[in-house]
Each structure stands twice: as structure tokens, then as C-alpha cells.
């Protein structure tokens, strides 16, 4: 038997849970993940604290959505700076009530942290046409230097070279000393856990911060039906994504984001939603298929978060006279899992999202 698949009963049978339809499977698949012992004593004790005296915001179910018509520049793919920086202070300033950007990322980031910014670039491989913009990053890591962090202690992180690259962001761009790092799926030093059986670990870029913000986007997903948030975290940050992706990878995507490794990092949620995707994700290989969304979300709720994300794709699914993702044979159960182990909201009516347009 492999290694990494050794004591894999657990995860068969939570499969099989998961493989049925609505809230039954969401429950079935929660009661046997609150039953599995999936982090060991090590695995425990990589849980992160903040610094202390530091309380990070949290308000669960909350999200803002900032929106702007003319966004984008004439190339139709990437956000105008200037906008899109102000889009997302005013997301952040909204969310915490705060005056400016860097208070309201005080709220979430303390001075004393080592910050990882996770982004996402794997549908901008050729050409950057899919990818969390650096127009949108690098006022992120500003803002976190202004909430008193230095930029030594700040990472920008992604899975593969080809993958950061789409970002657009790099070491020249970066404000001096800030640090950049690839990790392909094999720069871990934690020892191994187990997760719905399966051997695993998560990269040092993660697990060598105190804080995590997860800089994501809204895309449909040929395997899980829907990636954003939670997905941009765990399998950005595993050495074996891979072995993850059975049965729509659900529970998995719930089960490895309720690691506490993740969730005493991961503090802040940014979508960045100039663009989605909603079909032949995550790569961009069809053009037709992504189109203008102009909007930023932030939030510290992931299930939340992707709920929305999810209910967005259907709709210009509905409008494209595509199947839903469930007829398709890939809906997104592992959201519904996540909101059931208490990551985060997952039912929409207990969501409370505010809209701005500017």
C-alpha cells in the first residue's frame, strides 16, 4: 500500500457520504470527519497564536462587496491601479469600520506577526489573463507595512514559478525586503499528519507564518465545481494536492482547511473579482468563458465567501445556458461540509453581505 494512502477506510467511507445529494450528505460527511482524529499531538502543536494581547477580527457570515463599472484597462484583463487600490480600501474600511487601510488591516495583521499572502495564478500562466493581479497584491503587502509589520517578515507565495508569475507580481515590484517563494508542492518542514487517511504536510510558507491572508478569486473548477477561498489554501499549500481531488474533492477541502495548522493562520480573505470564470476552470483555456466581474470582497469567512462565489458562477451558468453545477455532476458539496465542521457560514440566508458600488 502506498504510504501516503495508508488507513484510508475513513476517507472511503466519507465518500460515499459525500456522493449523495444536499444537506444529508453535508451531515453524514460532517459526522464522519468529527469522528476522525486527523491531527497528531505535532500536528497540534503547529497551531498558531497571535501576538499577545492581539485579538484578530472575526465576524462570521460578514462580507463586503465593492463593485465599480470601466475598471479595467483597454486590454480587458487587468484593473487599473488606482482603482483597484481604492476598491479595496474601501472594502477593508467598510469591513472593520476603521478610517483607512492600513487601520483596518490592523485589525487582522499585528506588528509583530510574519505575514504569508497566498495568491493565485494558475489560470494566468500564459499571459497573466487569470490571476490575482498584482494591481490588487501589492496594495495588500502595502497595507500590511503600514499596519507596522516589516517587510522582512512578510512572504508572497505560490504553488509553482509559471503559477506566480501570472500574478505579474515580483521581487521588482515588491517593496525592498519583502520575500517571494515557490514552494511545488515539496518546501515543508512540519512532520507528516493525516487527513481522511492520507498522509500529507503543509508548505513552510504557511506554516512558518502566524498570519495568513488568502488572496483568491471566483472560478468554476472542472474537478470540485467551484474554487475560491478554501481551495486556494488547501490545495495551494499541501505537498500532495493531487491526492485530494477524489469525488469532487469533498470533504477533502473542508477537512484539510479545519486543520488547526490553517485555521489559527488564516486571517483575512480577499477575492479578487475583476474577472471570473464560469466554466473549463480553473485553467484559463477558453477565453469566451471569463468575463468581467469588477468587484472586491473581503471577508474573514471563507464558506461565506465561496457560498457567494458559487451562487455567482451559477448564475452566469444560468445566463449561458449551462447546467448547474450539481447537473454537471460537480457541485460543490465540500462548501456545505465546511459550514457544517464550523468553518464558516454556508447558508445563504444567514450571510450578511453589504454592496457598494462606486
Known amino acids: 500500500m502506498p504510504r501516503d494512502r495508508e488507513d484510508s477506510s475513513l476517507s472511503r467511507r466519507t465518500f460515499l457520504a459525500s456522493g449523495a445529494a444536499g444537506a444529508v450528505a453535508a451531515t453524514s460527511a460532517t459526522r464522519a470527519l468529527a469522528g476522525e482524529k486527523a491531527s497528531t499531538d505535532a500536528a497540534v502543536s503547529l497551531a498558531a497564536s497571535p501576538p499577545a494581547g492581539f485579538v484578530p477580527m472575526a465576524a462570521p457570515g460578514k462580507i463586503v462587496k465593492v463593485s465599480k463599472s470601466d475598471t479595467l484597462m483597454p486590454n480587458g484583463l487587468f484593473p487599473k491601479a488606482d482603482v483597484a487600490q481604492t476598491m479595496l480600501e474601501r472594502a477593508m474600511t467598510e469591513l472593520t469600520g476603521e478610517t483607512d487601510i492600513a487601520k483596518a488591516m490592523g485589525r487582522f495583521i499585528h506588528k509583530d506577526d510574519k505575514v504569508a499572502i497566498k495568491m493565485n495564478g494558475i489560470a494566468g500562466q500564459v499571459g497573466g489573463t487569470m490571476a490575482t493581479n498584482?494591481?490588487?497584491?501589492?496594495?495588500?503587502?502595502?497595507?500590511v507595512i503600514a499596519a507596522g509589520v516589516p517587510p522582512s517578515n512578510i512572504v508572497v507565495y505560490e504553488q509553482y514559478n509559471s503559477f506566480f508569475n501570472g500574478t505579474r507580481v515580483n521581487q521588482k515590484n515588491l517593496p525592498a525586503g519583502v520575500q517571494t517563494a515557490v514552494h511545488a508542492n515539496k518546501d515543508a518542514t512540519m512532520p507528516e499528519i493525516r487527513v481522511l487517511g492520507i498522509r500529507t504536510k503543509f508548505v513552510r510558507q504557511l506554516t512558518e507564518a502566524t498570519a495568513v491572508i488568502d488572496v483568491a478569486m471566483i472560478k468554476d473548477h472542472s474537478i470540485c465545481g467551484y474554487t475560491g477561498c478554501l481551495k486556494n489554501i488547501t490545495h495551494g499549500s499541501?505537498?500532495?494536492p493531487h491526492d485530494f481531488h477524489a469525488?469532487?474533492?469533498?470533504?477533502?477541502?473542508?477537512?484539510?482547511?479545519?486543520?488547526?495548522i490553517v485555521k489559527s493562520r488564516?486571517?483575512?480573505?480577499?477575492?479578487?473579482?475583476?474577472?471570473?470564470?464560469?466554466?473549463g476552470g480553473p485553467l484559463d483555456k477558453y477565453p469566451e468563458r471569463r468575463v468581467p466581474h469588477e468587484a472586491v470582497y473581503v471577508t474573514t469567512d471563507p464558506v461565506a465567501m465561496d457560498t457567494i462565489g458559487w451562487m455567482e458562477v451559477e448564475k452566469w451558468r444560468k445566463e449561458k445556458h449551462l447546467p448547474t453545477l450539481a447537473k454537471a455532476g460537480r457541485e460543490p458539496t465540500y462548501i456545505r461540509v465546511a459550514g457544517e465542521l464550523g468553518l464558516g457560514i454556508a447558508d445563504k440566508?444567514?450571510?450578511?453581505?453589504?454592496?457598494?458600488a462606486l
Open 134 to 143: 498584482k494591481e490588487v497584491i501589492l496594495p495588500i503587502v502595502a497595507a
Open 238 to 240: 499541501t505537498i500532495n
Open 247 to 260: 469525488h469532487n474533492a469533498s470533504p477533502q477541502i473542508a477537512a484539510l482547511y479545519a486543520q488547526d
Open 266 to 279: 488564516v486571517r483575512l480573505h480577499i477575492i479578487d473579482g475583476f474577472k471570473l470564470i464560469y466554466e
Open 349 to 356: 440566508d444567514q450571510i450578511r453581505m453589504r454592496e457598494i
